[in-house]
């Protein structure tokens, strides 16, 4: 089976500032993809980047960049830049290469403060 | 906005009742996913439907059971429904089975509150 943990609820970063939310996650897969999510306040789920875990360079989207440490199973999530629209919750997400299911964490709610 | 739509977007209703929540996917999409998301919770994968069949299973209740139709949507029933069957109800869509990566695009979930 496969778990992914977010041991961060809550957290917070001034505007402008970085942040890193951390995730781990157990499997027993080789090939794999990896997510983070975000949801605002308006629910609506949002892919904010993918990595392929046969891939060693780490994936980026702008401001937002992750740290895959496959041996480690740690896939943490930084946010460069900090604006007031990154206020959200973020899940990380986990999928067998063969692909048709999610299996989310329990979310990191962060909030940018101005 | 994703493409996929869900309606409706707000459900209350009692306990014990039964209720039908709809998804159309995006065009072109053959692939539909239902997810649970609970209170405090991340999403919880439920079932797949692909070109109407069902395709994959995760944690779904045998009260709840789904369908998908020959123009691809699909519907997702709750039956006796119960206080802890409250939460947020999402769908996605892809293009392909599951063979190979196919990105999920989201919809904007339908709330259900049984009281």
């Known amino acids: 089976a496969q778990t992914v943990t977010q041991s961060q609820p809550e957290m917070s970063v001034q505007e402008a500032e970085t942040v890193t939310l951390s995730c781990t996650y157990d499997?027993?897969?080789?090939?794999?993809?990896l997510f983070w999510y975000k949801q605002p306040p308006s629910r609506q789920m949002i892919l904010v980047i993918r990595?392929?875990?046969?891939?060693?360079q780490n994936a980026t989207e702008n401001r937002f960049s992750v740290n895959f440490q496959k041996a480690a199973k740690s896939f943490s999530l930084k946010i460069s830049d900090s604006q007031l629209g990154d206020t959200a919750m973020y899940f990380c997400?986990?999928?067998?290469?063969?692909?048709?299911?999610?299996?989310f964490g329990t979310g990191t709610s962060l909030t940018v403060i101005p | 906005d994703s493409g996929v739509t869900q309606t409706p977007k707000h459900l209350i209703t009692a306990t014990g009742q039964r209720v039908t929540l709809r998804c159309s996917p995006r065009?072109?999409?053959?692939?539909v996913y239902w997810y649970q998301q609970s209170l405090d919770q991340g999403l919880q994968f439920l079932i797949q439907?692909?070109?109407?069949?069902?395709?994959a299973k995760g944690n779904i209740l045998e009260r709840f059971s789904a369908q998908q139709f020959p123009d691809l949507h699909s519907e997702l029933n709750l039956s006796s429904l119960e206080l802890g069957d409250s939460a947020l109800y999402f769908c996605?869509?892809?293009?392909?089975?599951?063979?190979?990566?196919?990105?999920?695009?989201f919809g904007p979930g339908t709330r259900l509150t049984v009281l």
């Open positions: 499997t027993s897969e080789s090939n794999y993809y």
């Open positions: 990595q392929e875990a046969y891939k060693q």
């Open positions: 065009s072109g999409d053959l692939s």
């Open positions: 439907y692909y070109n109407g069949e069902e395709r």
């Open positions: 996605a869509s892809s293009v392909g089975a599951g063979a190979s990566y196919n990105e999920q695009f």
């Open positions: 997400a986990f999928m067998k290469n063969t692909g048709n299911q999610f299996y």
